[in-house]
C-alpha cells in the first residue's frame, strides 16, 4: 500500500572534513520545541562539540531552511542554565531554590519508584498521574509512560477543553472517518511538486493558522508559499491580519469566536450554487439533505452580521471552493472555541460536497501513525478490583474516550482539589510547562498540585512549573544529544519519516525522555522479557513495525536519516480505509457522514450548527460595561515555541517581552502608548504585557502573547510567572457539550496602563 522512498544520492549520515570537523544529518525536533516536520540539519562537530548548524538541502521537504530557533540551537544546546543533573528536595520545601540537593540516577529512580509503590499501593494505580505538553518528541511517550512503565490510566493533557487538536481530530474522525487531514503538499514524492501524481490546489484554504511560524502539527508550512508561487491561491481566515493575510486572494479577517457562522455560510452558498460535486454526494456522503437544511439557516447576508465580514467575501470564496482541486488547512482556531466540533464538521463538509477529499492537490486523508495509536482505542492496563471503571471525566464527557482515551483535562482539575472520583497522589510531568502554559486558572492547578504526596519533573531548564512543584528534578538531553523518531503531519503515514541523530557529546548526566523511560521499564518490570525494552534502538525498530510495509530497522533509518512515505489517493474507492476491506470511509454508514452518527449517540446535534461565544458581550452583555474589549491569544512567534526559548538572548532581543497587540485607533481612547507596560484584565485574573500599536487586529480586539515567564529572574519568585502567565485570564471549564475546545481565543477583557 505504501512506497518509502530514500534518496540514494544524498550525503551520507556523517562525514568527516580535512580539519577534523564531522558533518552529521539530523532531523531537528524537540527538545528545543518545534512541531513534528523535522527540519533537516547539518550538524558540525568537533572533538564531540557544536561548532555551528546549517539546513539541510538534501532534506526532501525543508530543503535547507530554518527557522530562527533552529539557527540558535547551539545557543539552546550551550546555555549555562541547562540542567546537567538529577536534583532532590524534600516535600516541604517545594518551592525553595535552596533546597535542592545533586544526586546520582540510581538515587533519582530510586525515590521515584519507591513513591510510585507506596502510592499505588495506598490509592490504586490511577492514582499515578502523568503529565505531557505538547508538540515536543516526548509526547510520544506519554502514554508510555504513563500505562508501561507505570500501569496507570491517568495520562493527563492539562489544557483545557483538550484545546489542541483533539477537537478537529474528534471532527475528522466522526464525520470523514480518518484521524487526521491535512493539505496534499506532495510531500510523499520525491520530485514533490514536479510529480505527475500530484496536482496544484487551486484555492488553498487557510483557516485559523498561521503556518510560517508554527509549522503546525507537523505542516511545513513554507509549503504554502511553494504552492503558491506554482499557482494555488490563498483564502486565508484569521481575526489578525498576518503575512499570508495581506498575500491571499481572498482575506476573511472575522469576530473573534465566530468560526462555526462563517464556515456555514460559506457550505450554504456552495450548496445553493448547485455545483457541488452531486455524483460524489450521491455515492460517499450520507445525510446531504438534512446537512442542506441546516445551511438554509445561514444566508450569507445574516452570516455576514454575526461575523463582521462582507457578505460578498463569503459568496466570492464559496466560487472558489467549488473549484478543484482545493484543500483545506485548519488550525488552533478550531480547536479553541466551544464550538469547536461543529467549525471541524462545517469545514470537513465543505470540502467534501465539492469532491475534493482524498484526491490530488486536496485534502489529503491520512492514517493512524505512532504517536497517536495511543490516543484511541482501548487501554493496554488491566483494570484491578476496586478501581474506576471509567476514566476520569467519562462519565460526564462520553465522547472524550471515542477519539482520546485519556481523563479529561477540566474533570482533572476538580479531581486534584477534592479527591472524587480517585486521589492523585503522585505526578510525573515530562515537556510541559503548565503554570506558564496550556491549562486554565494555573493558581487553581498550583494548588491543587503542591498538595498531592509526590512530584518528579524533566526538562531541559528549571521551569515555574518545577521550581515550584518538583521533589525530583530529571535533567533531559537535547535532539542533537540522543538518537529518536521524527513522523511528518504526526497522525498520518502520508509524508516524511527522519532520524534524530545523537551528534554530540551530552552536557553534564543528562537523559533523553525514552531512555528515563527504559530505565525506570527495567526496574519496575524486570520480569519483562519484551525486545522493545532492551534498550534505544530495540525500542525505536518496534516504534517503526506500526508503519504500514514498513521492514526497516532504527540503525537502518538513521543511516539514511530521512524517507518519504508515498500513499495511494482515493483510498476511499480501493478499500484501503475499512478494516474488512471494502470500499467506503471508516465511519457506521460506510460513508461521509454529514448527518453524524457518533454526535448522535454522544446526544449532540449531528449537524453542524453555530454557538455564540458564550462569554462575549452578546451571550453575556453584563461583561460589556466592565470589559468592552474582545481578547483573542495563541498567535505565533518564530522566536518561541509556546513557553520555550524565554532564556535565549539572541531570541529575547528579537522579541524581548510578552506583548498585546491594540488597534491605534483603541489605543488612542485608552491612552496607551506604544511600548506602555499594560494590564489586561478579564473576570477571571489580569496580567501585564507590553503595547504594541498594530492595525493588523480589529478596533477593540487585543491579542496576546503567551506562555511567558522570565528566567532570568529568581527561582524563588518562580520567575514572576504570575505576572505574565495568559492562562490566569481563562475561566475554569467553559466548554463544549462533548467537553471539546475552550474560549481561548475569545474572551471579554479591558486594558489599562501599569503605573
Known amino acids: 500500500m505504501a512506497q518509502l522512498h530514500f534518496d540514494e544520492s544524498a550525503a551520507p549520515v556523517q562525514v568527516s572534513l580535512e580539519d577534523g570537523t564531522k558533518v552529521f544529518r539530523t532531523s531537528a525536533w524537540a527538545p528545543p520545541g518545534c512541531h513534528g516536520v523535522g527540519c533537516g540539519l547539518k550538524v558540525f562537530v568537533k572533538d564531540g562539540k557544536l561548532i555551528k548548524v546549517e539546513g539541510d538541502p538534501d532534506q526532501p521537504i525543508t530543503k535547507g531552511r530554518l527557522c530562527p530557533r533552529c539557527m540558535a540551537i547551539k545557543d539552546y544546546v550551550e546555555h549555562p542554565d541547562r540542567l546537567k543533573y538529577p ?156 503575512w499570508l493575510s495581506t498575500r491571499a486572494e481572498y482575506y ?97 463538509a465543505i470540502f467534501a460536497i465539492t469532491g475534493n477529499i482524498d484526491v490530488p492537490g486536496g485534502v489529503f486523508l491520512g492514517q493512524p501513525l505512532l504517536m497517536f495509536q495511543a490516543l484511541q482505542g482501548e487501554s493496554s492496563v488491566e483494570e484491578e478490583p476496586g478501581e474506576p471503571e471509567i476514566g476520569i471525566g467519562h462519565d460526564v464527557y462520553p465522547a472524550l474516550p471515542a477519539v482520546a482515551n485519556t481523563p479529561h483535562p477540566d474533570i482533572v482539575l476538580e479531581c486534584l482539589e477534592t479527591g472524587r472520583p480517585q486521589r492523585i497522589e503522585f505526578a510525573y510531568i515530562l515537556n510541559t510547562n503548565p503554570l506558564a502554559c496550556m491549562p486554565a486558572q494555573p493558581q487553581r492547578w498550583y494548588e491543587a498540585l503542591r498538595k498531592i504526596e509526590f512530584i518528579a519533573c ?45 551528534a554530540i557529546d551530552r552536557i553534564g548526566d543528562t537523559k533523553s525522555d525514552l531512555e528515563i523511560a527504559i530505565d525506570l521499564h527495567k526496574r519496575i518490570h524486570p520480569e519483562c ?39 495511494e489517493y482515493k483510498k476511499y474507492e480501493k478499500g484501503l480505509l475499512r478494516d474488512d476491506g471494502q470500499p467506503g470511509f471508516r465511519t457506521p454508514t460506510g460513508r461521509i457522514e454529514l448527518y453524524c452518527s457518533m454526535l448522535v449517540s454522544v446526544g449532540e446535534d449531528p449537524l453542524p ?15 460589556a460595561k466592565d470589559y468592552p474589549l474582545t481578547m483573542t491569544s495563541g498567535a505565533r512567534r518564530f522566536t518561541s515555541f509556546h513557553s520555550e526559548h524565554r532564556q535565549i538572548e539572541r531570541l529575547r532581543e528579537i522579541h524581548p517581552w510578552p506583548t498585546v497587540q491594540i488597534n491605534p485607533a483603541t489605543a488612542e481612547k485608552l491612552g496607551i502608548a506604544q511600548g506602555a507596560w499594560v494590564y489586561i484584565e478579564t473576570p477571571w485574573g489580569k496580567v501585564k504585557e507590553v503595547a504594541d500599536l498594530t492595525p493588523i487586529v480589529k478596533e477593540d480586539v487585543v491579542s496576546c502573547d503567551h506562555g511567558w515567564w522570565y528566567p532570568e529572574r529568581k527561582e524563588e519568585d518562580l520567575f514572576d510567572i504570575w505576572e505574565t502567565s495568559f492562562n490566569q ?18 474572551l471579554p477583557c479591558k486594558v489599562y496602563r501599569a503605573e
Request: proline share 5%.
Open 87 to 242: 536534583m532532590k528536595r524534600a516535600r516541604e520545601f517545594r518551592g525553595r531554590a535552596d533546597k535542592w540537593q545533586r544526586i546520582s540516577w540510581d538515587e533519582a529512580y530510586g525515590i521515584i519508584i519507591e513513591k510510585w509503590k507506596s502510592i499505588r499501593e495506598r490509592f490504586g494505580k490511577n492514582s499515578i498521574g502523568v503529565f505531557a505538553g505538547t508538540g515536543r518528541e516526548a509526547s510520544r511517550y506519554h502514554f508510555t509512560m504513563a500505562q508501561d512503565v507505570f500501569g496507570s490510566n491517568t495520562a493527563i493533557q492539562s489544557i483545557s477543553g483538550w484545546s489542541c487538536i483533539i477537537p478537529r481530530m474528534a471532527g475528522m474522525s466522526w464525520v470523514i472517518g480518518a484521524p487526521y487531514l491535512e493539505i496534499d503538499n506532495a510531500i510523499g514524492f520525491p520530485e514533490r511538486y514536479d510529480s505527475d501524481k500530484w496536482e496544484c490546489p487551486k484555492y488553498i484554504l487557510n483557516w485559523g493558522r498561521d503556518p510560517l511560524r508554527s509549522n503546525p502539527d507537523g505542516l511545513w508550512g513554507h509549503s504554502l508559499i511553494d504552492m503558491m508561487k506554482r499557482g494555488a491561491k490563498l483564502i486565508n481566515v484569521d481575526p489578525r491580519v498576518n
Open 609 to 623: 450548527y453555530y454557538l455564540e461565544p458564550p462569554l462575549g458581550h452578546i451571550a453575556r452583555p453584563e461583561f
Open 529 to 567: 522479557t519484551e525486545e522493545k525494552w532492551r534498550d534505544v534502538e530495540s525500542f525505536l525498530t518496534s516504534d517503526l513495525k506500526p508503519v504500514r510495509d514498513c521492514d526497516i530497522t532504527f540503525p537502518e533509518l538513521k543511516e539514511r536519516v530521512f524517507g518519504q512515505y508515498e500513499l
Open 458 to 502: 524533566a526538562d531541559i531548564f528549571m521551569t515555574p512549573t518545577m521550581a515550584a512543584l518538583a521533589d525530583v528534578v530529571l535533567p533531559v538531553c537535547t535532539s542533537l544529544e540522543r538518537d529518536g523518531i521524527v513522523t511528518n503531519n504526526q497522525a498520518s503515514m502520508h509524508g516524511q519519516l527522519g532520524a534524530m541523530v545523537n
Open 252 to 348: 476573511l479577517q472575522l469576530r473573534p469566536g465566530t468560526d462555526a457562522a462563517l464556515a456555514l455560510g460559506i457550505l450554504n452558498e456552495v450548496i445553493q450554487s448547485g455545483e457541488y460535486d452531486k455524483e460524489f454526494v450521491e455515492r460517499w456522503t450520507y445525510g446531504f439533505d438534512e446537512l442542506a437544511a441546516r445551511a438554509t439557516e445561514y444566508p450569507a447576508e445574516r452570516v455576514a452580521g454575526i461575523c463582521e465580514v462582507d457578505a460578498k467575501l463569503i459568496k466570492a470564496v464559496a466560487r472558489c471552493l467549488i473549484e478543484r482541486p482545493s484543500t483545506l488547512s485548519m488550525g488552533l482556531a478550531v480547536d479553541q472555541n466551544p464550538n469547536s466540533i461543529q467549525i471541524a464538521h462545517a469545514l470537513l
Open 729 to 746: 485570564l481563562m475561566p475554569h471549564r467553559v466548554v463544549g457539550k462533548t467537553g471539546f475546545g475552550a474560549p481561548y481565543k475569545c
